[in-house]
Nanobody, 116 residues
Framework: QVQLVESGGGLVQAGESLRLSCAASGSVSNTNLMGWYRQAPGKQRELVASITWRGNTDYAHSVQGRFTIVRDNAKNTVALQMNSLKPEDTAVYYC??????????WGQGTQVTVSS
């Protein structure tokens, strides 16, 4: 089992920044994929950004150039730096962990609200 604990959500105005953090504990494998998803009211959960153990990243088109995902393998943490936030970024953000064997774990979610 892997436990994910998120922090860093909140309410900001458009154009401001937030940083989300996620710490993984438990049976964390040496190679895994970590990332952030988000779900807005009435919409499906979507990938925001992901990062491999080796640091290869992938971003949703809507956040490219504004969001940056980083990880610390020694501490089993992943962070999402969100700059130039827009009202359409408002959603519950979920940390995601995918093990080498394909098992997926989710964090409890953290609310990000961007006012216009």
């Amino acid at each position: 089992q892997v436990q994910l604990v998120e922090s860093g959500g909140g309410l900001v105005q458009a154009g401001e920044s937030l940083r989300l953090s996620c710490a993984a504990s438990g049976s964390v494998s040496n190679t895994n994929l970590m990332g952030w998803y988000r779900q807005a009211p009435g919409k499906q959960r979507e990938l925001v950004a992901s990062i491999t153990w080796r640091g290869n990243t992938d971003y949703a088109h809507s956040v490219q150039g504004r969001f940056t995902i980083v990880r610390d393998n020694a501490k089993n943490t992943v962070a999402l730096q969100m700059n130039s936030l827009k009202p359409e970024d408002t959603a519950v953000y979920y940390c995601n962990y995918r093990s080498t064997y394909g098992t997926v774990y989710w964090g409890q979610g953290t609310q990000v609200t961007v006012s216009s």
